[in-house]
């Protein structure tokens, strides 16, 4: 069965961190370009942050440069997203997603993906 799983997630207080991962199974990471995504309730859901499949591309939305950085380890098949400084706004389910077209991430947030994650749920709050 070839599916994405996405753990990490949690309460934390403002300030705080957390580090997500999105682990493949089924399948390799190596060609894909991995997306994560947040939806918050009754907001649509936006796209957070990219890594392209060689891991040379990254892009990030505006309200989280600075405070997340999103990696990759092949070999064991995951994609990270480190989160720093978390602020109630950060809250939301975060999905991963993947897909196998773009090797860049200038656009991820249009991309068509291929396989999508359950979603882990974040909760920032005191």
């Known amino acids: 069965q070839l599916r994405l799983v996405e753990s990490g997630g949690g309460l934390v207080q403002p300030g705080g961190s957390l580090r997500l991962s999105c682990a493949a199974s089924?399948?390799?990471?190596?060609?894909?370009?991995i997306g994560w995504f947040r939806q918050a309730p009754g907001k649509e859901r936006e796209g957070v942050s990219c890594?392209?499949?060689?891991?040379?591309?990254?892009n990030y939305a505006d309200s989280v440069k600075g405070r997340f950085t999103i990696s990759r380890e092949n070999a064991g098949n995951t994609v990270y997203m480190q989160m720093n400084s978390l602020k109630p706004e950060d809250t939301g389910v975060y999905y991963c997603?993947?897909?196998?077209?773009?090797?860049?991430?200038?656009?991820?947030?249009?991309?068509?993906?291929?396989?999508w994650g359950q979603g882990t749920q974040v909760t920032v709050s005191s």
């Open positions: 890594i392209s499949s060689s891991g040379g591309s990254t």
């Open positions: 089924g399948f390799t990471l190596d060609y894909f370009t």
């Open positions: 997603a993947a897909e196998s077209y773009w090797s860049d991430c200038h656009q991820f947030g249009r991309y068509e993906y291929d396989y």
